[in-house]
C-alpha cells in the first residue's frame, strides 16, 4: 500500500492492492494451536496417584476434559497437571498435550498418564499398541433381567463388533451386525472388541434395578464401551445419547 493509505476495521480495499500483514508469533501460533495451554490457575488441583522419574499418573475426574481442543481453553487435566509440575516434553508433535500418553472420554473418570521424556512415552505407546496394557472399565447401566428375572442379561466374555458413526447423529455410534445397520452409519464401520469381565446387580434407593458391570477394551474405538453396552440393552446410566436412564 501507498504510505498515504490507512486502512481501518472494515475497509473496502481496491482491486489490485497488495496488503502487507504482520502478526505477533504468540497471535499466530494460538490461532494454530501451536501454543503450548496455559496452567490452570484458580481449579481445584488434580490427585496424583504414581510418580517417579519417568511417569506420573493422575485421577482425571468426570467432566474434565483430558486436554484443550484450542491454545486458549481454560481448564483440562494437562493444564492442571502443569499447574502442579514443570512442563514435559510434546509427543506426537502436539503442543496442545505435553506428557499425555492416552485420553480419556470428558464424561469418564479414570486413571490419566502422562511420560515425562521422550524415552518414557515411547516405551509406554508401544505397550500400548502391543496389547500389553489392559484397559479395565466400571460403569453403572440400565439392569437387563433376563425373562425369569434371576440372571443379568448380558453375555459375559468377548464382545466383538463392527461399530460406526450414526448418520442421523453426530454424537452416536452405532453397532454394524446387517445389511440394514449399514445404510444407518456414515463412513466405514470399524472393528471393536471388548470383554465383560463381571456383573453385579444393585438396588437404588428408588427400586430401580441397575447393575455395576466391569469391561475391559482391547480396542479403542470412539464411544466403544458406550455403544457395546447400549447395543446389548444395557445404555450406561445417565448416558441420554445412548439411551440411559
Known amino acids: 500500500l501507498s504510505a498515504d493509505f490507512d486502512v481501518e476495521p472494515d475497509s473496502i480495499v481496491g482491486r489490485g492492492r497488495e496488503l502487507d500483514v504482520s502478526l505477533p508469533l504468540s497471535i499466530l501460533l494460538s490461532e ?3 501454543l503450548p495451554p496455559p496452567a490452570a490457575i484458580g481449579s481445584e488441583p488434580i490427585g496424583i496417584l504414581f510418580e517417579d522419574e519417568d511417569y506420573l499418573a493422575v485421577d482425571k475426574p468426570a467432566g474434565l476434559p483430558s486436554a484443550p481442543l484450542r491454545s486458549d481453553d481454560p481448564d483440562s487435566a494437562v493444564q492442571r497437571v502443569l499447574a502442579l509440575r514443570p512442563p514435559m516434553p510434546a509427543h506426537r508433535g502436539n503442543p496442545l498435550e505435553p506428557g499425555l ?6 464424561g469418564t473418570s479414570g486413571v490419566l498418564l502422562f511420560a515425562k521424556t521422550p524415552t518414557a512415552f515411547a516405551i509406554a505407546d508401544r505397550a500400548w499398541n502391543s496389547g500389553r496394557v489392559r484397559k479395565i472399565y466400571r460403569a453403572l447401566v440400565s439392569d437387563p433381567k433376563s425373562p425369569s428375572g434371576e440372571t443379568p442379561a448380558l453375555p459375559m466374555g468377548r464382545i466383538e463388533l463392527a461399530l460406526g458413526h450414526d448418520s442421523k447423529s453426530k454424537r452416536r455410534m452405532r453397532a454394524v451386525s ?18 465383560i469381565l463381571t456383573v453385579k446387580s444393585l438396588s437404588t434407593p428408588s427400586g430401580t434395578s441397575i447393575a455395576d458391570v466391569e469391561i475391559r477394551i482391547e480396542t479403542g474405538v470412539h464411544h466403544q464401551i458406550r455403544a457395546t453396552l447400549s447395543h446389548l ?10 439411551g440411559g436412564a
Do not use: F
Open 32 to 34: 494454530l494451536d501451536l
Open 101 to 106: 500418553v492416552h485420553r480419556i472420554d470428558t
Open 178 to 195: 446387517t445389511d440394514s445397520d449399514r445404510k444407518k452409519i456414515r463412513g466405514e464401520p470399524v472393528r471393536s472388541v471388548s470383554e
Open 233 to 242: 440393552g444395557a445404555p450406561i446410566v445417565g448416558d441420554s445419547a445412548y
